[in-house]
């Protein structure tokens, strides 16, 4: 199997739940994963493997228990599906103006409809959500810590999730890129 490259989301880091970036590096590469990088101490690593997808999450899972009593929910979409997620933007003039007000979540499930509806119900002028397969992206032009959707996006959605803001986005792409590339 040829190596695919896996953008490895953990949700809900950050607060008193860390993930210390140069260990979980160090970890990765030693249960194999090659050209291992991680984006900020807030979740994000990308790695390249000849596993599939479920061996990945599998194996980043137990190292996060067993080395940094981590025990959340991973995503780990393939670089492809990221750049779908990415040209699949229901929002592309926003994320190019002011990138911190377009988020990206994925969903381990598609919502419920009536969740959506209930979420679009407190949305303030000019915010939008909208989902396309398992991501919802959500725009909140006044500010995502102000916003009334973002705020009960969480819990209302209904389903697991992890977000990124449109730069964490765009970074995390280049990244997966970068590990691509190299040999």
Known sequence: MKPVVHLILFRGVGGKTQLPTKPLREKLLEAGFENVATYI??????VRSRMRRDQV????????????DFDKAIFAP???????????NPFPEAAAEA??????ALLDAVPAGENLARL???????????VIGKVAYLHTPNGFGRSKLAEKFD?????????????????????????GEKP
């Open 41 to 46: 101490n807030s979740g994000n690593a990308i």
């Open 78 to 88: 393939t670089l492809g599906e990221w750049d779908e997620l990415i040209a699949a």
């Open 120 to 130: 679009l119900a407190v949305a303030s002028e000019g915010e939008e959500i909208r």
């Open 155 to 179: 819990k209302w959605i209904a389903v697991t999730n992890t977000a990124r803001n449109w730069n964490t986005v765009l970074k995390l792409s280049e990244l997966g890129h970068a590990c």
């Open 99 to 104: 990138p911190t007000t377009v988020h990206a």
């Open 57 to 68: 999450v599998s194996t980043v899972a137990a190292i996060c228990r067993k080395e940094f």
